[in-house]
């Protein structure tokens, strides 16, 4: 995992995430998940350039179940963008990295 992304789990949600003071992308995913892994390489590319206005967060599924069900997350990767305790904009599969940046760059 990226410098710049952190590891949340269903303890730590509220605080990492929804009470967060910027922005956050959650990366939803698990390790046996093979378009998870494609995806991963983009969101740390992403936060390499993005991390000191936004916050990258992943969430194993398989190791915190809770968080995943109360976002209605059916298939992974899926990746939520919140703000100011607010989920927006759910993307779930394999995007081009352009869709995930103009949806940041929206949020800035």
């Known amino acids: 995992m990226g410098k710049n992304i952190i590891e949340i789990s269903d303890e730590n ?12 992308l959650v990366d939803f995913w698990a390790p046996w998940c093979g378009p998870c892994r494609a995806i ?35 298939a992974i990767p899926t990746l939520i963008f919140f703000k100011d305790g607010k989920n927006d904009f759910p993307i779930t599969g394999v995007v081009p990295k352009t869709k995930l940046e103009d949806k940041i760059k929206e949020l800035l």
């Open 13 to 24: 949600f509220e605080a990492e995430i929804l009470k967060s003071d910027k922005p956050v």
């Open 40 to 74: 991963g390489p983009i969101v740390e590319e992403l936060a390499e350039v993005y991390g000191d206005k936004i916050k990258f967060a992943k969430c194993n599924v398989d190791n915190s179940p809770i968080t995943p069900s109360k976002y209605g997350i059916k």
